[in-house]
């Protein structure tokens, strides 16, 4: 029994009884598990106690999955080591990682390895501090889908220890992989160990962000670059490891509200300190990157935006471009700012009001032209008398060629909150009847579980509890995670 | 008009301190190559001088030619020309032997009214170029420039920052000045420029375009110093101690940083 590094819930770690949500949880004790050996010994004493475990990575999720419903936390944050780098015959270039290793820790890890300084993992969802294990649990995508593919595809492996305390490994092609694991919020099993597919770095990279003085005229620019470069999911490479010769890998739109929030908080955030305010001006601004292993076909598509741009209005003089990766990773520390700092004053909000938890759309609309879904967007946030009445606020931002934007509400009132969750409803009801993706990639957690349960099939549903009873019979792990059982 | 003449270095974006043993030289190689962060203000605040007061501004750098990439750069945030001094002659050279090397080629090229450099270059890290600069020119410097409050045809009221006290200088030219990192926020580098850029010829400045054609003189031969060892600050954990307690974690860190806190009374002369 690992009795010792079962640690009873002190004040000390009350940090770990919540997430980025901002949802409060509770729990009775904790453990920072450091080997496989350690899990299973604390999760197996847990179930002869009949007590829920709730599986942690870095807590930053969004919709609560890593909040406690009562029992042991086990926080998998000290299993966060790189292990082997291997090329195949192949030429394929795979790294096994713990699943408590950060987003940032990995890039920076992979740097250092021998042969690594050359490569990357290309899921990019942004948030630095995430965990392995938990972009995998949630199902996390990013910004850079629409060219390198979804995370998934990233994946070679996964090593599951399940609910009798047994480990084996799930390959990407297994059925298990994609139906059980990834994406199931720790439902089924906890990720032990991951195998990932790495890429060679594009040997230009461009970052390039326009901006608009009508937001209208934005939304013409996304339609037409959408127009004329795909949306990526035909012009992704059919292979994971096949050379990219140039294209955009990273389209993202912002809103004013949003650059506003983020230029507030720039002072503090050391990475994006060095950025120049935003002219006042611009009612949106739109992000692109241009990847590819050819720096003169990489210039070539940079052009074509910068007319493209022109022609909708944007001042050719104003837009930005960047190259190389310190660069580029300033833009992105930008782009990720901005639900860091919707974040962060909804965080200030909660101290009036602790029920204001973050409110935001993670739906993706297919077949629709941009203008067109953000034309409906604003017809129920501007258009409507209660909106204009309640005084509730909102910002938008979110990837352009998947359709799929980030409504955040940003409420004061109890009553602007419950407005704001209506909206997100009839908006998942729409969209699911355009057979769009209610949940994309935040998963559902807690948060999200009413919404998700309000607008999936019944036979999904049904087939998710009977995965459950399969995989978890005695219900302990993640509790209340997707739906209730 | 006023011609301004700003000194640029290509730079690791980051290091691990490794040291070549045989030359004393930093390893580069695989490293990501940027403009060093400190000459980006001090290209800004050119730009920001020839945008009120009319002028040009070139750009000097010394380096192999993948240096060229921050020539580029700088013309991508709108630098009117550029001069990459390259040559294996150049290469290895100390504080003595890189300023001589800039002195000369900043002479071959233009009767420049103002010369400006970064605070320090993030790799060599000695802050002394610009001084040695202004020396092998024979002309005036000053350093810790925060700040340019007037300027005129034949003058240039500076603010300078030392030990917590501000200055105000006024100078003639030409004159050579050394910018703090925090004087202006330097611009993004624009895309129409950008796409230019890549067209717009980068001079290269060789030994033989120079006045001086004495090889003792420049790179590791013409240097005063020689670089014995590089390495990271080691950790001494002994001394730390964790702070395990989020909430009073702040109130802790306060108070272990108050003996740290400098007062700063700015305190304005005139000096001319």
């Known amino acids: 029994m690992e009795s010792d590094k079962i640690i009873a819930m002190e004040d000390q770690y009350r940090d770990y009884l919540s997430d980025e949500s901002g949802m409060t949880g509770t729990a009775g004790s904790i453990s920072f598990p450091e080997s496989e050996d350690e899990l299973r010994s604390i999760f197996l004493t847990m179930k002869q106690g009949g007590t829920p475990v709730t599986i942690q990575g870095g807590r930053t999720g969004i919709v609560g999955g890593a909040v406690p419903d009562g029992g042991h936390i086990i926080n998998m944050s000290r299993l966060n080591k790189l ?64 060219l390198y593919g979804r995370t998934e595809e990233h994946i070679e492996a996964v090593r599951i220890m399940d609910s009798e305390g047994n480990f084996r490994t799930v390959q990407r092609d297994d059925t298990d992989f994609g139906a059980v694991y990834f994406g199931s919020e720790g439902r089924y099993g906890i990720i032990t160990k991951v195998r990932l597919r790495l890429r060679k770095k594009p040997d230009s990279m461009w970052g390039i962000a326009f901006f608009f003085e009508q937001k209208a005229d934005s939304y ?34 912002i809103d004013r509200v949003s650059i506003d929030l ?101 739906m993706s609309f297919p077949q629709m032209g941009f203008k067109e879904l953000l034309n409906l967007y604003e017809k129920d946030l501007q258009d409507q008398q209660e909106m204009q009445e309640s005084g509730l606020q909102w910002t938008i931002f979110g990837h352009i060629r998947e359709n799929h934007l980030h409504i955040n509400f940003l409420p004061e009132t109890q009553e602007q909150y419950d407005l704001g969750n209506e909206l997100i409803m009839s908006w998942a009801e729409r969209c699911r009847k355009v057979s769009g993706a209610v949940i994309y990639e935040h998963g559902m957690g807690k948060i999200r579980k009413p919404l998700f349960v309000n607008t999936a099939d019944s036979p999904v549903l049904e087939e998710m509890r009977q995965r459950k009873q399969k995989y978890d019979p005695t219900g302990l792990l993640n509790k209340g995670n997707s739906l209730d059982d | 008009m006023i011609k301004t003449a700003v000194c640029i270095k290509q730079v690791p974006a980051y290091s691990d301190g490794l040291m070549d043993p045989n030359t004393g030289l930093l390893i580069r190689k695989g490293l990501e190559m940027v403009l060093n962060p400190n000459d980006l203000s001090a290209l800004e605040t050119a730009l920001r001088i020839r945008e009120n007061y009319g002028g040009k501004v070139d750009v000097f750098s010394m380096g192999p030619k993948h240096a060229e990439e921050v020539i580029r750069q700088a013309y991508a945030m709108g630098a009117d020309e550029g001069f990459l001094l390259t040559g294996k002659e150049f290469a290895g050279a100390d504080v003595l032997a890189t300023s001589y090397t800039l002195s000369q080629g900043i002479s071959a090229v233009d009767d420049y009214d103002l010369i400006i450099c970064g605070k320090g270059t993030t790799d060599g890290d000695t802050s002394q170029v610009s001084g040695a600069l202004a020396e092998w020119l024979g002309i005036p410097h000053v350093n810790w420039v925060s700040g340019i409050k007037k300027l005129s045809q034949k003058t240039i009221q500076l603010c300078q920052e030392m030990e917590g006290e501000l200055y105000t200088v006024k100078a003639t030219y030409p004159l050579l000045i050394a910018v703090e990192r925090e004087i202006y926020t330097p611009r993004m580098t624009n895309l129409k420029m950008k796409i230019a850029a890549k067209r717009k010829p ?49 109130e802790e860190l306060a108070m272990l940083l108050k003996p740290y806190a400098a007062g700063r009374k700015a305190k304005q002369r005139v000096d001319e």
């Not at chain 1, 013409?220 to 140039?246: C, R, W, Y």
């Not at chain 1, 950025?275 to 210039?299: L, N």
């Not at chain 2, 101690?241 to 009073?248: M, N, Q, T, V």
Request: with cysteine; hydrophobic share 35%; charged share 30%.
């Open chain 1, 83 to 146: 292990h082997k780098l291997e090329f195949t015959d192949s030429g394929a270039a795979l790294l096994e990682a713990d699943p408590g290793i950060t987003r940032l820790e990995l890039t920076e890890g992979i740097q250092k390895l021998k042969g690594g300084h050359a490569l990357f993992w290309p899921p990019d969802p942004t948030e630095p501090s995430a965990s392995l294990g938990g972009i995998i649990a949630s199902g996390a995508q990013g910004i850079s889908t629409g």
């Open chain 1, 220 to 253: 013409q620019f996304a339609d037409m670059l959408k127009e004329k470069f795909g949306t990526g999911k035909n012009s992704s490479p059919k292979s994971v490891d096949a050379e990219i010769h140039a294209s955009i890998a990273v389209c993202e739109y």
């Open chain 2, 202 to 250: 980068v001079k290269t400045l060789r030994l033989q375009d120079l006045k001086d054609q004495k090889e003792i003189h420049y790179g590791l031969k013409g240097s005063a110093t020689r670089v014995e060892k590089i390495f990271p600050a080691k950790e001494n954990r002994s001394d730390t101690e964790p702070i395990r307690d989020a909430a009073g974690a702040i």
């Open chain 1, 262 to 362: 983020v230029e507030e908080r720039k002072p503090y955030m050391t990475k994006i300190r060095s950025i120049p305010d935003i002219d006042s001006e611009a009612a949106a601004m739109i992000y692109t990157e241009i990847h590819g292993s050819d720096e003169e076909a990489v210039s070539e598509i940079a052009e074509e935006l910068l007319e493209i741009s022109v022609s909708c209005g944007s001042d050719p003089d104003k837009a930005w471009a960047v190259s190389g990766e310190t660069e580029i990773d300033k833009m992105r520390s930008f782009r990720h700012a901005v639900p860091e700092s919707i974040n962060l004053l909804m965080e200030k909000r909660r101290k009036r009001l602790p029920g204001l938890l973050k409110q935001g759309s993670d």
